[in-house]
């Protein structure tokens, strides 16, 4: 019988790229999702990834009754991976509360359902941002975490905590925190990639958007910052190297004799690109030239970083396989897919 594994916010970026890596690895990915950030055209496009359709429950994680209805319309749950949270730094600027209730809430939400359903699989999306700004790189699972530049970031300090204090009042719950990087790019077959309603707030979709006459031009923020071509650094990894992490974690998980723990493991390249390498990488890749900008600072940005990644590949047994080029190439080809559908549908 195939393990369930219940992905909230699954048909989202990171989410919908994962519940195919799950499928692939023999997993049965189970969609909680209430739509508030991604589009439910999302789940026919799975549909054609994976070996059946996906079942979908549309819930909102913060609803503690409807989720436990979803563990008791799925019986036997092997597991549950956590994507569903608010993620715009900038918005979170303006409007902090909502990602205090969202993200914090439908956390606390998930594991009473799960501790009342005895579920003990748990992989956490968490994210760099609970570093602030490093004081030295590359970033490890051990580098203090500074105070966070957003309240997003925040949100994701207290969320570890709580899974934390959690486990440490002895449950049996087995749970991997993943501290993402930047996650770009797209699936291969274009039918799947970052969906950003409204104005981007992420790079690579602005650029894209850029690039395929959506935006006038791209705005960079900031090229004063102490790096050597004074625009920021991130680390970007490929979307579907990072879904893979994933079902890597599920995996270790079960390899482990003790009951109750917490992991927690950087998922990014090990390598730093600033935002005009990144510029560069995707003309580089596609052909295309982008119309962009130079502008002031945006509240809530770090000025560098980048994972060490040695523990995930010694732990884990995960590495990274395509490049910034691969990921910008894959990217706009899920642009340009985009492009096409709205032109056969008017």
Known sequence: MSKKVIVTGGAGFIGSHTVVELDKAGFTPVIVDNFCNSEKEVIAR???????????HEVDCLDSDAMARVFEQEGDVYGLIHFAAHKAVGTSVEKPLMFYQNNIGSLVSVLEVM????????????????YGQPDSLPVTEQSPQKPAESPYGRTKQFCE????DHIATGLPLGAVTLRYFNPIGAHESSLIGELPIGTP?????????TAAGIREKLTIFGDDYDTPDGTAIRDYIHVVDLANAHVKSLEWIDSQTKKSFNEVFNVGTGRGSSVLEAVRAFEAATGAKLNYEIGPRRTGDVVETYASTEKSKKILGWTPERDLQTAMKDAYNWQLSLAKRELSSS
Request: glycine share 0%; net charge positive; hydrophobic share 40%.
């Open 46 to 56: 799975l549909s054609k990834l994976t070996s059946k359709p996906p079942t979908l």
């Open 201 to 209: 707030e992420n790079l690579i979709p602005y650029i894209t958007q």
């Open 115 to 130: 501790q009342k359903f005895d579920v003990r699989r748990f992989v956490f999306s968490s994210s760099c941002t609970v």
């Open 161 to 164: 905590q709580i899974i934390l």
